[in-house]
């Protein structure tokens, strides 16, 4: 079971008993949870002189490890006041993640109820919910995250947050007055902290969401639009640089198996040059019994250039409990003409060759 502190009305009127403070039977739920998650990777071709490594990887492995803190109150009349925590940690060194941040997954506190859920403070926005459900490989070591890091990475600083689901229709919404306040290096850190009086365009990004959904399947679409400002990475140095992607991803359920596919496309206005790419992805995922396998294809064309990738990954799931599952996984990734996608998130290669990987690991929720 999930560890719970609970504060209870009588707790309450203990502490609030000197000012004669009202005391009625409201409740604050937290829990704490987690994922650890480790694992030994082996890759080829990571420099150009053809060279291999094998290494324990930093970003992740089949899920990044974290700690988290969530809570809630009942407010009466259908809505709810919570919170959440989340803490995202390098497992080969026991270092904080997402440049630097305490709680760099999630900083934020909300209200639901049936008309939706608000939320303030850093969290996901539309572009990682709308992938959520369709990637059968999610933020794996070997995965879509490794073509284009900010998919599993799509979070916003300075946000306010909308989702609501209205009987299976999705729609969902986060405007940033600064999208990304770290310098530090990695997916997750652009350096764009925003909030400049008197210029409202500077880091400033907002995305949203419609779809529909049921058991079955799902279709959703999302528009994603940042800009930048002195300093920020990506070349997005001036309030008029943008960096906008699109997505439509769908899936649909064959009995246990799940079919999850979608495209993304990407315009790129930098003071480097403006570019356009589109990345698809098509997964399976299959449960046998304790095991499930999990296989996808991706690739990314880039216009007017020959710099094009492909990647093909395979991975088995055995799970020795509800919590704890053991994994292995290979993988393929193919740079045509000057491109260096490393197969591996994080990782390296030499420009224009193939790399080939394989990962065995361990991971435990709590």
């Known amino acids: ?182 310098s530090a290096g990695g997916p997750a850190a652009t350096n764009c902290a925003g909030e400049v009086a008197g210029e409202s365009k500077a880091c400033r990004q907002y995305t949203a969401l419609l779809g529909y959904e049921t058991k079955g399947w799902g279709l959703n679409a999302s528009y994603d639009r940042m800009n930048g400002n002195t300093g920020a990475a990506g070349g997005l140095t001036t309030p008029a640089n943008t960096d906008i992607r699109t997505t439509v991803n769908g899936y649909v359920m064959l009995g246990a198996t799940k079919i999850g596919g979608g495209v993304v496309e990407r315009d790129l206005n930098a003071s480097t040059g403006a570019s356009e790419s589109l990345l698809w992805y098509l997964g399976v995922s299959h449960p046998i019994d304790n095991f499930t396998i999990d296989v996808q294809a991706a690739a990314r064309n880039t216009k007017n250039s020959d710099n094009d990738v492909s990647m093909l990954v395979a991975r088995l799931n055995y799970a020795l409990s509800k919590r704890t599952v053991l994994y292995t996984a290979i993988g393929r990734m193919d740079n045509d003409g000057a491109s260096a996608v490393a197969l591996d998130a994080g990782g390296s290669v030499g420009a224009g060759k193939t790399q080939n990987g394989v990962m065995l690991g361990l991971r435990h929720h709590f």
Not at 52 to 66: A, C, E, G, M, N
Not at 80 to 100: I, K, P, R, Y
Not at 104 to 109: E, F, I, N
Not at 122 to 143: C, E, H, W
Request: proline share 3%; aromatic share 8%; charged share 15%.
């Open 1 to 182: 079971m999930k560890p719970t502190v609970r504060h209870t009305a009588a707790l309450l009127c203990g502490i609030a008993a000197a000012s004669a403070a009202t005391c009625a039977s409201a409740q604050t739920s937290v829990q704490i949870y987690g994922i650890v998650d480790s694992g030994v990777a082996h890759l080829t071709n990571v420099n150009a002189a053809g060279d291999s490594t094998t290494k324990v990887p930093s970003l992740t492995s089949s899920f990044p490890s974290r700690i988290g803190f969530k809570g809630s109150e009942d407010l009466g009349g259908g809505l709810q006041a919570f919170f959440v925590l989340e803490n995202g940690l390098a497992v080969d060194s026991g270092t904080v993640q997402q440049g630097g941040r305490l709680f760099g997954r999630a900083a934020q506190v909300g209200l639901k109820g049936e008309w939706g859920t608000l939320t303030l403070g850093r969290q996901n926005n539309m572009t990682y919910i709308s992938g959520l459900k369709t990637d059968v490989l999610g933020p794996n070591l070997f995965a879509i995250g490794s073509i284009d890091p900010y998919l599993p990475n799509a979070r916003s600083d300075n946000a306010i947050g909308y989702m609501g689901n209205f009987n299976g229709v999705v729609l969902g919404a986060t405007y940033s007055f600064g999208r990304d306040a770290s």
